[in-house]
């Protein structure tokens, strides 16, 4: 089964032994559609040592709950790897994240090496209200969960 999504984003769903829903994004595949979250995907890429979740929203992506299972795997080139690949899914679209002080460096690298477009987040800790004017007063996308 094919799927066309918004903005030239190709999304292809096959159906495993069990039932689950695998989505293929632009070549990329092991995305999930989050149950409870519309325009979110959970990407199980590169479980079970990191994955993360991805809002889409128009031509906009953002980046969140990453995680790496076990911190000795941190600093091996799994998570860059992790950001690569939605790099790829999403070509044309602009990839950006929030994040605390501990994972700005990596981050940064993330955006030094053209896998993500922005951080947007401008302060030492994140405010969980993204519409929230005062925490963010740069930002230039909202999430419409907070809408």
Not at 24 to 40: K, L, M, S, V
Not at 116 to 128: A, L, V
Request: aromatic content about 10%.
């Amino acid at each position: 089964m094919k799927i066309k999504t918004q903005t030239n984003i190709i999304a292809k769903q096959e159906e495993t032994e069990s039932g689950q829903k695998i989505v293929t994004i632009n070549g990329i595949a092991n995305f999930w559609q989050h149950p409870r979250h519309e325009n979110c995907w959970i990407y199980n890429g590169r479980m079970p040592i990191v994955n993360c979740w991805v809002f889409v929203s128009g031509d906009n992506i953002e980046i969140d709950n990453v995680m790496v299972y076990d911190s000795t795997n941190s600093k091996s080139g799994f998570g860059s790897e992790m950001i690569s690949d939605i790099r790829k899914a999403f070509p044309e679209q602009r990839i950006w994240v929030d994040t605390w002080n501990c994972t700005r460096p990596f981050w940064e690298k993330m955006q030094e090496r053209g896998h993500i477009d922005g951080i947007e987040n401008e302060y030492s800790w994140p405010c969980i209200n993204r519409t929230c004017k005062i925490c963010h007063p740069n930002r230039t996308t909202r999430r419409s969960v907070f809408a």
